[in-house]
């Protein structure tokens, strides 16, 4: 829009050189000849003129020119910035006469316009008169109408290898006898290729327009199109917006180079809504579509004309599907049976797949959070995931570089896990901190989508706090200091195992248990630290009617290996003293779970080691609110029996 303004406003300043001298001189020739010196001492450019010349004289002359040419910078390979088989105007006299410079009419007849910009950045429409005369920047002549004939626009910028090609002119519309504006425009833009068509109404005062100005255009780059409908008010100056658009696309990621702004890579989508614009901000309302698996709606604005554009978003979704989200932060998506992902995403899945490692190792960009600011929210009534996420609700706080979500809450399971999470860009690696809360959480709800027996279920609750360094999943996880706290009660220990470890490896879990017994779990209690990646298992119980069951070992985030042992200690040792420890280890692709003499060399932690503490500070967490907590605590009656066993045992 600038490149054209510019040249719109020095072709205009050399017009108006023109009809001065022209009125001036009687004889047409010599004008001529005065007005192309003039107009190239004024731009440092050559201007010809080498068809006739024509006045039909009146208040508002009509003066045609032909064959006219306009040299181009000195760098470029194409010989003339602009060529013009014929320049036909009209201008008022008397509005001349008062100061003002109003073109009842102009006419260009196979226009040629060629605009460039270089590989080193020059411009070939920068001109000396836009530099010597800063009002001829902003100081257009008000036109009526302006008629194009064939007209014709090659734009090149070497710097982002962009080249589109544009024929454009004014025609008349049949039903309505009225003129309109098509263009069609065809090329690359940012190397990717671009396909553009244009209507609009008739170009008549574009600069003063009151009246609403019709539009529709439809835009194809790549794999993105988009479209849009409806009227403006001043086009020149974006005023008075009443459009409508729909976008759809493969990959939101692609019309970042449209936009300039940073856009997140997600699934397939399609969108529409209302789009309008005052000054320097730009809304969207009445937002509705959808993005891979998930819909979306609310309202969008951007505010530009700072340092950087504030994003504010409000949106809403009957239904989210978690993974369409992953990518955000590096996870792949489900490509499975009736899952919607793009190209890109489907092959990082397939190199997943020979991968001997799970947690995503792609860098997330993060530098794209330093190009704007930002203060999103999104609500969803339903979640589809692998857990039962009842619903979700999440503000998104974008400041100078710095992300913050507060909160992060999900109903999951009938109870609730609210997050806090920190994200700091500006440090190099980048640093960051999640703060979480699990609050009655009925683990039966989540085995369920495991298709796992109910009678394994228990009530969760717990909170932990971890600090990271790194770019991506797995060099956070790497690094990851903190530690994690949780509680269950309720529950059956063997069915718990053996269904989430499957089948091929039931038989060593089984040993762990009396055959004839289902050992229903009283309280189950884990406290585990984690120190530059290495979570430590020594602080983990689970009190069963008959057995507690202690544990040892690490699980390595920085080589994704697992190396824990599961004893069991019989509380009547006549009876159940054939239960065997059982040794886990192996990668987090591939572990492996070995019963007997080898996990016995190991040994496990003690029952008079653990403190009780943790455990009291946790009650809280499996209650549904706090009129239920003021009530009693009958759900951790269990947890309270351990409490008692541990503080026997560490006497």
Known sequence: MNAVKWFGVSLLAMLFLLIVLL???????????IVTQQVSDKTGRNLTIKGNFIIDWSLTPLIRMEQIQFENADWSEQPNMVELAALGMRIDLIELLKGRMLFPEITLTKPHIILQKSSKGERNWDLQIAAN????????????????????????????????????????SAARNEELTELQAQGKLNGHPLLVNLNAGPLVALREAEIPYPLTLSLQAGQTSIKVEGTLIQPLQLKGL?????????NPDQLSQILKLPMPSLPPYRLKGDLSHHENLWQIRNLNG???????????????????????????????????????????????????ASLTQQKKVKRETTNPFILPSDPIDFKELQTINADISLRSKRVKSKLPVDDLFMQVIIDNGDLKLAPLDFGVANGNIRAHFELNTSSKPVKSKIEAEIRYVQLGEILRRFEIADESAGLVGGQGMFWFKGDAIAEMLASADGGLLMLMTGGQLDNLLVELAGLDIGEALVSLFDKDNEPNINCAFLDFPINNGVLNMDNFIVDTQDTIFLSKGTIDFN??????????????????????PLHIEGTFKKPTFTPGASAILRGAASLALLPSAPIVSLYSFLQKDQEEKKAGNQENIHCADLVDAINKARK
Not at 569 to 579: G, I, N
């Open 23 to 33: 009125i001036s001189a009687p004889n047409l020739n010599w004008a001529r000849e």
């Open 133 to 172: 005369d800063p009002k001829s920047k902003t100081e257009m002549p008000l036109i009526e109408r302006l008629r194009i004939v064939e007209g014709h626009l090659n734009y090149e910028d070497l710097t982002t290898d962009t080249a589109i090609t544009t024929a454009f002119a004014t025609t008349m």
């Open 559 to 580: 080589k994704e290996e697992l190396n824990l042992i599961i004893d069991p200690k019989p509380k009547d040792l006549s009876v159940f003293s054939a239960r065997a």
């Open 290 to 340: 959808r993005v891979g698996d998930s819909d979306l709606a609310g309202t969008i604005s951007v505010k530009l004309g700072d340092a950087v554009p504030f994003i504010k978003a409000d949106l809403k979704s009957e239904k989210i599907d978690l993974d369409d989200l992953g990518p955000l932060i590096g996870l792949s998506p489900d490509t499975g049976h009736e899952e919607t």
């Open 242 to 250: 009443d459009l409508q658009f729909l976008m759809q696309g493969p």
